[in-house]
C-alpha cells in the first residue's frame, strides 16, 4: 500500500515570503498528485492536480512541480489568505494512504 | 455552481448504524464518479469510499472495508453511504465530493460535511 507522508508538518511563514511543501510517496505516483488547501471549518479547496496543474480559478502565485515519489507545492509571495492547512493526495490508487497528514502554514 | 448538501449524520452508539446522503445540484451527477472523505476532530483528510459515475465500481478503504456501502441513485441526484457496525473511531465530519471527471478521483468540489459521532 502507498504511504503518503508531508513535509513539514507546520511552517511558519510571513506575508510576502516564498514556501514550499514536500510530499514524498513511498512508490511511484506518476504524476497522479493533488494538493488542497483547507481553512478552519471549511472544506478542502482544490489547487493543483496531476502534479503540476493549477486548478481554474486558483492564484498564479501557488504551483507544483514533481513526478514519481517527490512532489513539492511552492507558494510565491505570500498572502494574508494563504494562510491555511495543505493536503496532498495521492490518486494513482486506492490502496493505501491517499493523502498526507497535512502542512498547517502560519503566520511568523 | 456545484452544490453538494450532505445529511443524516448524528450521535449513535458504537455498533450502531447510520446512513448519509448528500443531495447533488449544479452538475450532471450521472456523469462524475463521487467518493466520501472524512476528517476526524482535529486531525487530517482520509478518504472512505468512491463509487463509479454509473455505480457499477465500488471502492473502500481498509479501515471501513466490510462496515460501509456506497451507492448512488442517479435519476435523483444523491449519494448514499451507510455505515454499519459503528466504532468510536469512526467519529469524524464525513464529506461528499466529486470527481474532476468521470474517474479521476481527485475532487473539485466538497460539501459542508455531516458530523458523525459514535459515542455510548
Known amino acids: 500500500d502507498i504511504q503518503m507522508t508531508q513535509s513539514p508538518s507546520t511552517l511558519s511563514a510571513s506575508v510576502g515570503d516564498r514556501v514550499t511543501i514536500t510530499c514524498r510517496a513511498s512508490q511511484n505516483i506518476n504524476s497522479w498528485l493533488a494538493w488542497y488547501q483547507q481553512k478552519p471549518g471549511k472544506a478542502p479547496k482544490l489547487l493543483i492536480y496531476k502534479a503540476s496543474n493549477l486548478e481554474f480559478g486558483v492564484p498564479s502565485r501557488f504551483s507544483g512541480s514533481g513526478s514519481g515519489t517527490e512532489f513539492t507545492l511552492t507558494i510565491d509571495s505570500l498572502q494574508p489568505d494563504d494562510f491555511a492547512t495543505y493536503y496532498c493526495q495521492q490518486y494513482d490508487n486506492l490502496f493505501g494512504d491517499t493523502f498526507g497528514q497535512g502542512t498547517k502554514l502560519e503566520i511568523k | 455552481e456545484v452544490q453538494l448538501l450532505e445529511s443524516g449524520g448524528g450521535l449513535v452508539q458504537p455498533g450502531g448504524s447510520l446512513r448519509l446522503s448528500c443531495a447533488a445540484s449544479g452538475f450532471t451527477f450521472s456523469n462524475y464518479a463521487m467518493s466520501w472523505v472524512r476528517q476526524a476532530p482535529g486531525k487530517g483528510l482520509q478518504w472512505v469510499s468512491a463509487?463509479?459515475?454509473?455505480?457499477?465500481?465500488?471502492y473502500y478503504a481498509g479501515p471501513v472495508k466490510g462496515r460501509v456501502t456506497i451507492s448512488r441513485d442517479n435519476p435523483k441526484d444523491t449519494l448514499y453511504l451507510q455505515m454499519d457496525s459503528l466504532r468510536a473511531e469512526d467519529t469524524a465530519l464525513y464529506y461528499c465530493?466529486?470527481?474532476?471527471?468521470?474517474?479521476?478521483?481527485?475532487?473539485?468540489?466538497w460539501g459542508q460535511g455531516t458530523l458523525v459521532i459514535v459515542s455510548s
Open positions: 465530493a466529486k470527481d474532476w471527471g468521470s474517474a479521476s478521483y481527485f475532487f473539485d468540489s
Open positions: 463509487i463509479s459515475s454509473s455505480g457499477d465500481s465500488t
